[in-house]
C-alpha cells in the first residue's frame, strides 16, 4: 500500500510542511500532489462536498507524492472510516476534548490490536483487494497516523492525557477555535496562544510525539521549528487566489481601471 510521506518524516524529526486545498478542482490537487508537499489538508468539517467527491480529489493527488489529510467534523467515526477506505494517510481530528475521544478515534482507525476497524480491502488504500488481508492490516496500522487538535482551554488542560494515548502522533493547536473559545477572537500574538503552544509543546515531548499548528510566515515556522514542532500547515488556495487577484487589482488601478469589490478592501 502507499506510504505515508509525512508520518515517515515525523518518525525521523524532520519537518512535513502541509497546505490546505479547499477548492475543489481535481487539478489543484494533482499540482499540488506533483510539486512534493508533503500533505494536504483536505477540510470535511467545514466545506459541503461529499465523500465520493473527495475519493475524486484523493486519487488526482495520487499521481503525485503528497499525503491526504483528511478532516472529518467531530465524532463522525463512520465518515472518517470511508475516508481511510477512499485513500487518506492521516485523520486530523477536530474539537478533541480528551483522552477517551482520543481513543475512539484511534479505536475507528486502526485495525486490531490497535482498534476495532472494519475490514473491506476493495478501496484505494489497500488497494481493490491486491493484498493478503495479514499484510494489508499490519501496513494500514502502520502508515495511517492520528492527528488530535486541541482547540479549547479545556482541551488544552488535557493535553498531556491526549498525547499518552497510543496511538496519537501529532498534538495540534487549532488556534482560531481556542482564540474564540478562550474569549480573544483573532488575537494570535495573545500570550494565551503562545503559553498553549508552549503547553502542547512540553505535553508531546513528554509523551515522545510530535506537534505542530498553522503557520502563517516562513519567519513564524522557523519560531515553531525551535520549539520542537515538526507538523506545519501553511496557506490555502483560496487565500492564495485572494491574494493573486488583489496584487492585480493594485498594480491595474493607478492605470485608470476601476473594480466593484464587493468584498471590501
Known sequence: MRRSRVKAKLNNNE?????????????????????????????MEHHTYSVETAAVLMRAARVGCSDIIARPAKGEFMRMLRMLEAGAQGIMYPRCDDAAEAAEVVRWAKFAPMGTRGFDG??????????????????????????????????LDRAEEIAAVDGVDVLMLGPADFSILSGIPGQFDHQRIHDARR???????????????????????SQLLDMG?????????????????????????????????????
Open 199 to 221: 503547553k502542547i509543546a512540553m505535553a508531546a515531548e513528554k509523551h515522545g510525539k510530535q506537534w505542530g499548528c498553522p503557520s502563517g510566515s516562513a519567519e513564524m515556522t
Open 229 to 265: 514542532a515538526r507538523f506545519i500547515c501553511h496557506m490555502a488556495d483560496i487565500v492564495l487566489v485572494k491574494n493573486g487577484l488583489e496584487q492585480i487589482q493594485a498594480a491595474f488601478a493607478p492605470l485608470g481601471f476601476t473594480f466593484d469589490n464587493r468584498l471590501g478592501g
Open 15 to 43: 519537518p512535513a510542511l502541509i497546505t490546505v486545498l479547499h477548492l475543489i478542482d481535481p487539478s489543484l490537487f494533482e499540482m499540488t500532489s506533483l510539486m512534493g508537499f508533503d500533505g494536504i489538508w483536505m477540510d
Open 122 to 155: 476493495g478501496n484505494p488504500d489497500m488497494p481493490y483487494c491486491t493484498m493478503p488481508i495479514d499484510r494489508y492490516v499490519r501496513e494500514a496500522n502502520d502508515e495511517t497516523f492520528i492527528i488530535a487538535q486541541i482547540e479549547s482551554p479545556e482541551a
